[in-house]
């Protein structure tokens, strides 16, 4: 029997890896469709992969987040998409809609909490879930059953993370690699680090101590005299002048595991699309070869009390 599966869908990743991977394209009434047709076109080669029994896309909002709220710097050097890149949004959740997909977003969290908060919910009911994305930061959520399936090259190549691939990447477990981005930092999310602590030395660090807390307690014991410390002295200076950073970059780099309390998630079983609107959907935005696609694919919901 084939065991039950939980897809979750990092929207914003999907669609910014579609925006920068295809070529502008525009539907008959002139709106560009570019990254709507790569999304598209990764949903329905996920729903031929894994016929799963249940989906979720989670989106971002405009709003601040608590990140920046404890961290004004936080993703302040990147630069905004354009215009048609966010007309993109809304007609991507007439695709989902189309499809009965679940949709969740919340002001002041971003897609990757939400993601954290489904996953740390239903982990323990579902034997598989999938985290759709093309942002390694979801790694940290890996675990026996839960994977990570990566869009690399764009979204032409893909990557399948569980435990002993991110094992074999970083050297670490999926749950060290906070501490890991706590230490090396993260440009791509303005994400300071230790300054000086390269991806080598982060690692060495984690692997040999464990955790950020631990190779601090470490320090603290060689202050006080208690051990001899086994950090070289440069390093140990970077540490001891960088603890406030390296703390708080450790928060920044946390997804959450807790849906916001005023925040309720409702997971039902995913009943298949409403195939005339997927039709129409498609036939507006000129996707004619995913909607001959989307006609092959065998599609059969599993009807069960899982949630």
């Known amino acids: 029997m084939e065991k039950e599966k939980f ?4 929207t914003p990743a999907i669609l910014h890896r579609a925006w920068h991977a295809l070529p502008k394209l525009t539907d008959k009434t002139g709106r560009v469709v570019n990254a709507v047709y790569g999304f598209s076109s990764v949903f329905l080669k996920i729903l031929r992969e894994f016929r799963p029994t ?7 909002t405009p709003a601040p987040t608590f990140r920046h709220q404890v961290y004004k710097e ?3 050097t990147r630069l905004p998409q354009s215009k048609e890149f966010y007309d993109q949004i809304p007609l991507v959740k007439e695709v989902l809609q189309a499809f009965n997909v679940s949709v969740f977003e919340k002001a002041g969290y971003e897609a990757d909490d939400l993601i954290g908060a489904l996953v740390y919910k239903y982990h323990h009911l579902v034997p598989e879930i999938i985290i759709i994305t ?3 930061d979801a790694l940290q959520l890996v675990n026996d059953r839960v994977k990570v399936y990566f869009l690399k090259q764009g979204i032409s190549g893909v990557k399948i993370y569980d ?3 991110v094992e074999a990447r970083y050297g670490l477990s999926p749950q060290q690699l906070v501490d890991f981005k706590a230490l090396r930092g993260d440009p791509s ?3 300071p680090g230790v300054p000086g602590i390269g991806e080598k ?3 060495d660090l984690i692997r040999r101590f464990g955790s950020l807390e631990a190779v601090y307690q470490h320090l603290a014991d060689c202050e006080q005299g208690a051990r001899e410390c086994e950090i070289k002295n440069n390093v140990r200076k970077l540490l001891s002048e960088q603890k406030e950073r390296a703390i708080l970059s450790k928060k920044l780099v946390t997804i959450l595991k807790e849906a916001p309390k005023d925040f309720v998630f409702e997971i039902k079983n995913w009943p298949g699309p409403n195939i005339e ?3 129409e959907v498609f036939n507006n935005f000129g996707f004619k070869s995913l909607l001959e696609r989307f006609k092959k694919i065998e599609i059969n919901p599993k009807q069960n009390t899982i949630f």
């Open 277 to 279: 609107k997927v039709e």
């Open 163 to 165: 435990e002993k691939e």
């Open 201 to 203: 030395t982060a690692q």
């Open 54 to 60: 249940f989906i979720a896309a989670c989106f971002d």
């Open 189 to 191: 999310d303005n994400i």
């Open 134 to 136: 093309g942002d390694l």
């Open 74 to 76: 936080y993703k302040a």
């Open 7 to 10: 897809i979750i869908i990092d």
